[in-house]
């Protein structure tokens, strides 16, 4: 028991030293693969199993088989699964059949893909007021205007911009967010950097239609496709992250045992005197 206890610990303390910040360019990849976390969850692993055979309550010994079936898949995975990504033209779809790994490697396929029918949705911005100084009060290297205030759009019909009540519609034209609105004073609201609150596109992969957007991927003969993001200027591409990972299937059924073991140690009957 003291032994498990120390290897946990010693698999939080890597855990925890992959997020710190360092300066020497040693990422948190090169932490979590390296020889000696792998060493740590084997035997973090074979500690689980030893448990798997002692008298133990049914809940417990679900939660400890699950964490090595889910430590099993992991390793698979890590084994024998392939990560890269690749870059889609959305101007003209130009299938590609072969992605560039973490490590700079291509990987084909064994189809090829393509993307098309893109569409983003925007928040509505934060535009900032500004209004012109009087040129007696423009110092030198200074901007001939100045910030007033802030102003948001959103759930309103109009914004009061001094006097005047603007309606929300005159800020957009052809369903997008004008950059710059300009009053008759010389004043003028700057649309503040869009943040996207969806974006997908559609991949085509051996003749069919798959929709793929953000934190909702895409499989294909087992690929996983993850929507990264895309050209924010001119809307030329977008940019894909692409997995096939064999041993994910394990993962999803750990976590399951894990779930369904732990809800038993929470329900199960203990004794005592009442």
Not at 81 to 96: A, D, E, I, W
Request: glycine fraction near 10%; charge should be positive; include cysteine.
């Amino acid at each position: 028991m003291r032994f498990g206890i120390v290897i946990f610990c010693a698999v939080i303390l890597l855990l925890l030293a992959g997020v710190l910040p360092v300066g020497n360019g040693m990422s948190a990849r090169a932490v979590y693969y390296s020889p000696l976390m792998i060493l740590l969850l084997a035997l973090l692993s074979g500690l689980c199993v030893r448990c798997c055979f002692k008298r133990r309550p049914l809940g417990f010994i679900l939660v400890h088989f699950g964490v090595v079936i889910i430590l099993a898949g992991a390793f698979v995975g890590y084994v024998a699964g392939t990560k890269g990504s690749l870059q889609l033209s959305l101007q003209s779809p130009r299938p590609q059949g072969r992605l560039v790994t973490q490590d700079g490697a291509t990987v084909d396929f064994g189809f090829d893909v393509a993307a098309e029918d893109f569409e983003v949705w925007f928040y509505p911005p934060v535009y900032t007021l500004y209004r012109p100084l009087p040129p007696e009060e423009i110092l030198p290297g200074q901007m001939p205007f100045e910030k007033i205030g802030e102003l948001n759009p959103k759930g309103r019909e109009r914004l009061q911009v001094g006097d005047v009540q603007l309606p929300v519609s005159t800020l957009r034209k052809n369903g997008e967010w004008v950059e710059r609105y300009r009053f008759a004073d010389g004043s003028f609201l700057f649309r503040g950097s869009p943040t996207p609150s969806y974006y997908g596109v559609t991949l085509l992969i051996d003749g069919e239609k798959i929709p793929v957007s953000i934190n909702h991927p895409a499989d294909h003969h087992g690929w996983r496709f993850y929507l990264v993001s895309y050209d924010q200027r001119a809307r030329r591409y977008v940019q894909l992250s692409a997995r096939r990972d064999p041993g994910r299937g394990s993962v999803i059924a750990g976590i399951w045992i894990v779930m369904i073991g732990t809800f038993v140690l929470c329900f199960r009957k203990t004794g005592g005197a009442a």
